[in-house]
C-alpha cells in the first residue's frame, strides 16, 4: 500500500493528467461537475488553458475536490499579436497531455459566434478543436455536451458511436 494518501498504489508513479478543454459560453458548474468527477483521483492534475467560462470552472471544481490545476494561459500581449495564440496553447497542452500518458475531457456547448457562418449548429470552435487535436494524437476524449447535466448534475453523455452528434 502507498505509504501517503495522495500517492499512486502499486508505486507506478504519478497518475496521468486530464487535460480539460471547455467552451467559454454555454458551461455551467453542473456540466463540469458532471464532466470532471468520474476523471478526478487525488493526486491527478488537471491541465487547463484558463480560458474564461469552461476552463475555469473546471480548474475551480478541480481545486474544490483537492486537486492540483496546470495553467496554461495566453498572456495579453500574446493575444494581440497572435489571432491563433489559443490554439497554438491547445496545441502544446496536447502535446504535453500526450507526453505524460492523459486523458482528454471535452466540455463543448454550441457555438454562440454571432458572426460565425456556420450553418448548421456546431460546437464551439476552441474547444471542438482541442478535442479533434487530442484524438488525432491519440489521446483518449471524453465529449460531453454542455448543457445536458440532469437532476443532481449528471452529464448526459452519449455512447462514443454517437459522441460525434452534430455540435459536438
Known amino acids: 500500500m502507498s505509504a501517503h494518501p495522495d ?3 502499486f508505486g507506478e508513479g504519478p497518475l496521468p493528467p486530464v487535460l480539460v478543454t471547455a ?3 454555454g458551461v455551467t458548474r453542473a456540466d463540469v461537475e458532471a464532466a470532471l468527477r468520474p476523471h478526478f483521483a487525488p493526486g491527478r492534475v488537471l491541465i487547463s ?3 474564461r467560462g469552461g476552463d475555469v470552472l473546471s480548474e475551480e471544481a478541480w481545486q474544490a475536490w483537492g486537486g492540483e490545476v496546470e495553467r496554461r494561459a495566453v498572456d495579453r500581449q500574446t493575444w494581440q499579436r497572435s489571432r491563433g495564440a489559443g490554439y497554438q496553447r491547445d496545441a502544446e497542452m496536447v ?3 500526450r507526453a505524460r500518458g492523459g486523458e482528454c475531457v471535452a466540455i463543448i456547448a454550441r457555438c454562440s459566434r454571432g458572426e460565425c457562418a456556420g450553418a448548421a449548429p456546431h460546437g464551439s470552435h476552441g474547444a471542438v478543436n482541442t478535442a479533434r487535436m487530442a484524438e488525432a494524437a491519440g489521446i483518449p476524449v471524453d465529449r460531453i455536451k454542455a448543457g445536458t447535466a440532469g437532476p443532481g448534475g449528471r452529464a448526459g453523455t452519449e455512447p462514443a458511436a454517437r459522441r460525434h452528434g452534430r455540435y459536438v
Do not use: I, Q
Request: net charge negative; hydrophobic share 25%.
Open 7 to 9: 500517492e499512486p498504489l
Open 23 to 25: 467552451s467559454r459560453d
Open 49 to 51: 488553458g484558463h480560458a
Open 95 to 97: 502535446t504535453e497531455a
